[in-house]
């Protein structure tokens, strides 16, 4: 097996460890904006409501705001467990992408007929976001840049240009060093309406503003311990602080495990990890380049991801995906420094000009990841219950799709959204333990051995191509 380019050009030990050693172990979405933001009272005893939505991050607050747009004489409640936007939602990279399925060529794949239609919806949906931004002046950041992938490998390079979309510009090695000057690319793809960088804890923090002004009852530090009902009869939740009984109920509680046991084990938790930079000199913003601020991406299966915040740091991330035996979410998986160091060491190695920079946070996030690698819709008790989870990490855009899909089908619509196979196809579930975390490493050695030989896929990665199950965002 050859070393890939980070392991055969690590930058030294004390550049790492001395760009680590002040480091906060916090997101720095959710520190930045931890004095501005509202709260919102716990529940207070029994409610009977038309609405309810479990989960206060992006799925949970899009599909809040359209239940009580499209009926305001409605009562809508949305309950959070923690705080809005706490979880996946505020710890992200911020990227707000077109594509609901994590890729085109996931949805070559699983869809080969429906591929130029999740394309257009993927653009609509952005283009969506970005109206209904600007529409209700909500403060997040958000920067419509576009997305570079780029190659850092000879054999990356034999890829460019192999798919279909008219928009993306192949470029070469010049070209991509035009955009961003770093010895580790070979060359590239510009996809100008594919991404816009975004601030994560603002827009939840901003959604859930624009919620409650417009009558959505939010309460935080409620969460839903148990689901009854059926469909004939209203939805009970139930909650150490009152029950709520609902018409209606939207679950949208991502990596968490679902009330509804059928659904019990279609996601996983992996944790994904993630680095800040201090803000850049302007000298220092000079020596890379990055005028046009693109979401940065590179093309091995273990990839990184990074971008620009508003004033001017790095976020650094992606890479190491780690599933913990017992599928299992714990505060202390966040804090590896195994993983943060090896981030640190690939980013002095695509940016060697930058030696020096600080990191001032790092963090992990919990991605609810489903056999699929993107969203899945479910629904019980006659349609009264509708579910949505899986986005893989990434949720930011697709979850404003997974509202639309989740109102449609509570007002019983057929619509372009609910026909989609892919809405209407639930992906196989994970196994139990222990098979999980022998078949989820077992999986993702394959995939770093496939990084460290040409991008060939070993039996493993071949069969898991066939039955449908196979990573290839």
């Given at each position: ?363 992990a996030g919990v991605i609810d990841t489903s056999t699929r690698f993107c969203a899945f819709f479910g629904q019980a008790h006659g349609g009264r219950v509708q579910y949505v989870a899986g986005f893989t990490g990434l949720g930011v855009g697709a979850t404003h799709f997974a509202a639309d899909v989740l109102v449609d089908r509570f007002e019983g619509r057929v619509t372009e959204r609910t026909e989609l196979e892919m809405v209407k196809q639930v992906p196989l579930p994970f196994p139990p333990e222990p098979a999980a975390s022998i078949g989820i490493n077992l999986t993702r050695w394959s995939l770093d051995r496939a990084d460290h030989n040409g991008g ?18």
């Amino acid at each position: 097996m050859h070393p890939t380019i980070f392991e055969t050009h690590r930058p030294a030990a004390k550049i790492v460890e001395d760009s680590l050693a002040e480091t906060e172990l916090a997101c720095f979405w959710t520190d930045d904006v931890a004095d501005r933001v509202a709260q919102y009272p716990p529940l207070d005893g029994d409610v009977r409501v038309d609405d309810a939505v479990v989960g206060g991050g992006f799925a949970g607050l899009w599909t809040a705001i359209k239940l009580k747009t499209e009926h305001p004489d409605r009562r809508v409640v949305l309950l959070e467990a923690v705080r809005i936007g706490w979880a996946a939602s505020g710890r992200n990279g911020g990227f707000c992408e077109a594509s609901i399925t994590h890729g085109e060529p996931n949805a070559e794949s699983r869809w080969p007929d429906e591929t130029g239609t999740l394309r257009r919806l993927g653009h609509e949906n952005l283009d969506a976001i970005e109206r209904f931004i600007e529409e209700h002046g909500l403060d997040v950041d958000f920067e419509r840049t576009g997305q570079l992938s780029v190659a850092n490998e000879p054999y990356q390079t034999e890829w460019l240009g192999e798919g279909d979309d008219p928009e993306v510009v192949t470029l070469d090695q010049q070209q991509v060093q035009e955009r961003i000057s770093s010895p580790t690319f070979l060359g590239g793809e510009f996809s100008p309406r594919e991404n816009a960088n975004l601030h994560p804890a603002k827009l939840a923090a901003e959604l859930a503003r624009h919620a409650a002004e417009i009558g959505v009852e939010i309460h935080e530090q409620t969460p839903v311990e148990g689901l009854e009902g059926s469909a004939e009869a209203p939805i009970r939740l139930t909650t150490g602080r009152g029950d709520v009984v609902a018409e209606r109920v939207a679950l949208c509680t991502n990596v968490f495990p679902s009330l509804l046991k059928r659904y019990r084990f279609h996601t996983v938790p992996v944790y994904d990890y993630v680095l800040m930079t201090e803000p850049l000199t302007d000298e220092q913003l000079a020596s890379i380049g990055w005028e046009g601020r693109e979401g940065l991406a590179d093309m091995a299966n273990q990839f990184h991801y990074s971008r620009l915040t508003k004033d001017n740091r790095i976020l650094w991330g992606g890479y190491d995906a780690v599933y913990f035996a017992g599928g299992r979410i714990k505060r202390e998986y966040e804090d590896r420094m195994e993983s943060h160091r090896k981030l640190a060491s690939h980013f002095f190695t695509t940016f060697p000009q930058l030696a020096g920079v600080k990191f001032t946070h790092r963090w992990a996030g919990v991605i609810d990841t489903s056999t699929r690698f993107c969203a899945f819709f479910g629904q019980a008790h006659g349609g009264r219950v509708q579910y949505v989870a899986g986005f893989t990490g990434l949720g930011v855009g697709a979850t404003h799709f997974a509202a639309d899909v989740l109102v449609d089908r509570f007002e019983g619509r057929v619509t372009e959204r609910t026909e989609l196979e892919m809405v209407k196809q639930v992906p196989l579930p994970f196994p139990p333990e222990p098979a999980a975390s022998i078949g989820i490493n077992l999986t993702r050695w394959s995939l770093d051995r496939a990084d460290h030989n040409g991008g060939k896929r070993n039996v493993l990665l071949k069969t898991l191509d066939a039955l449908g199950l196979g990573f290839d965002s």
